[in-house]
C-alpha cells in the first residue's frame, strides 16, 4: 500500500463540521494512511479520533494548530506527535479556551451595535463543546443572509481593521514552540504562504521561528500552483526545515480542499515524519 499523509485538518472539537469519528472515516475513504487531527488551540477531538483510527487501521499522529503573535501579526503553528496529555499545553489550551469565548463575546456585542444580534448563543450553539473560532461568526453571517461567503464575512466585517474584528493576545510565538516542543512534538509553520509576507519578513519569520526551536514548515497545502510549492520548497530547504502536508481539511462544501488530495513533497524536502518518535 502506497503510503498518503494528511498532517493538518479540523474535526467540530475546534471550527470543521465533522466529528472526529466521521473525520478519520473520510480520510481513510481518500487513501490517507496517516492522518494528523490539528484543531484549533484544542485536543479534545483525540481520544475519538483514535478510536476510529485504530478500528480503521489508519495511523493518527496527535496534533494541535495554535494561534500565536509575533510582530504584532497572527500566525499559526501546528503541532505534530505531541503528547496531548503534557500539563502546561493543556493548561494553556484551558486558557486559549477562555481567551476566544471572551473574544466571541467582543465579535458578537460588536455586530450587535451594528444591527446584527444574536451572534453570541448562535456560535456557542454552533461550536457546542469545541473552540469558537471566527468561522463559526462567518457561518452565522451567512445564515442571517448578511453576507454570501465565509471570504465576504471576513472582508466586510471579521478580518482586522473591519467593523467586528477584535484583536486577541494570542501566545508569542516562542512559548507556543515551546508548549509543543516540551510535549515531545515537532513544531511546524502551517500555510506559510497564506500571510502575504515579503521576502525579508518571511527571512525575518523563518529565522526566528528556527531559533525558538521549530522544525518544520507546510511546503505542501491544498490549492498551491507549481510555482508556490517551488517558492514554499525552496524556503524550506534554504532554512534546513522539514517539510509537511497538509489539506486544513474543514468541511466537505469546498471543492478544492480534501482530505490526502495533496501534490507530492518534492523529492528534495526531508518529510517531517522521518522526525516522528
Ligand atoms: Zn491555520
Ligand atoms: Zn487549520
Redesign the pocket.
Known amino acids: 500500500m502506497t503510503e498518503l499523509y494528511d498532517l493538518h485538518c479540523h474535526s467540530n472539537a475546534s471550527d470543521g463540521v465533522l466529528s472526529p469519528t466521521e473525520l478519520v472515516q473520510r480520510a481513510h475513504q481518500q487513501g490517507v494512511t496517516s492522518l494528523a487531527l490539528t484543531d484549533?488551540d484544542t485536543v479534545a477531538g483525540l481520544p475519538e479520533a483514535q478510536r476510529c483510527a485504530t478500528l480503521l487501521g489508519t495511523k493518527l499522529i496527535a496534533g494541535i494548530?495554535l494561534s500565536t503573535n509575533w510582530q504584532n501579526k497572527c500566525f499559526?503553528i501546528v503541532g505534530l506527535d505531541i503528547d496531548p496529555t503534557y500539563a502546561p499545553l493543556a493548561g494553556a489550551t484551558h486558557k486559549l479556551q477562555k481567551t476566544r469565548l471572551e473574544r466571541a463575546e467582543k465579535i458578537a456585542l460588536k455586530l450587535e451595535k451594528k444591527r446584527m444580534p444574536g451572534a453570541f448563543e448562535a456560535v456557542k450553539n454552533a461550536a457546542g463543546e469545541g473552540m469558537i473560532t471566527r468561522t463559526h461568526f462567518a457561518e452565522f453571517l451567512i445564515s442571517q443572509n448578511h453576507v454570501s461567503t465565509q471570504q465576504e464575512a471576513f472582508d466586510r466585517y471579521l478580518a482586522k481593521g473591519k467593523a467586528a474584528y477584535v484583536s486577541t493576545s494570542w501566545a508569542e510565538l516562542e512559548v507556543a514552540i515551546n508548549w509543543i516542543t516540551g510535549a515531545g512534538g515537532i513544531a511546524v509553520l502551517?500555510?506559510p504562504l497564506?500571510y502575504k509576507l515579503t521576502a525579508n519578513w518571511m527571512k525575518r519569520l523563518l529565522t526566528e521561528f528556527k531559533a525558538a526551536g521549530g522544525q518544520g514548515m507546510e511546503v505542501i497545502t491544498s490549492r498551491m500552483n507549481a510555482d508556490e510549492i517551488r517558492m514554499a520548497a525552496d524556503y524550506a530547504s534554504r532554512f534546513d526545515l522539514a517539510g509537511s502536508v497538509g489539506s486544513?481539511f474543514h468541511n466537505q462544501a469546498n471543492p478544492y480542499v480534501e482530505l490526502g488530495r495533496l501534490a507530492p513533497l518534492p523529492k528534495n524536502i526531508k518529510p517531517v515524519w522521518e522526525l516522528f518518535g
Do not use: G, L, N, W
Open positions: 484549533h494548530e499559526h502551517a500555510h497564506r486544513d
